[in-house]
């Protein structure tokens, strides 16, 4: 199975996780576990790429995190998505429109 190259989606990793934190807070390996099983296998984020999203969007105010302690005792680090960041994601997936119609103009099919 071909695997979408990280290079390819870096600029929409952003969006990809505000969207699976709309509905409830989450920690990176079950929005990591969410991504690859939503997309089939065809992408699997790097546990370094979803951490550095993490910091950068906190530090942007598109998120924020909590800690809450797992039924195994561990500490984990929960993030949720703020009202700057449902502005973000809107003006993200509005981009993703124009990009993907300028793209489509260059693939032969």
Request: some cysteine; hydrophobic content about 30%; proline content about 1%.
């Amino acid at each position: 199975m071909i695997q979408i190259s990280s290079d390819v989606i870096r600029g929409y990793n952003d969006t990809m996780i505000l969207y699976l934190l709309s509905d409830q807070p989450s920690y990176g390996y079950e929005l990591s576990k969410k991504i690859r099983e939503m997309t089939g296998g065809k992408y699997a984020i790097k546990e370094t790429t979803l951490y550095s999203a993490f910091n950068r969007m906190e530090k942007n105010g598109y998120v924020t995190s909590f800690y809450q302690n797992a039924s195994n005792g561990k500490r984990r680090t929960y993030y949720q998505i703020t009202d700057e960041g449902r502005a973000f994601y809107r003006e993200k997936c509005e981009e993703w429109k124009l990009t993907k119609e300028v793209v489509e103009c260059f693939i032969a099919e």
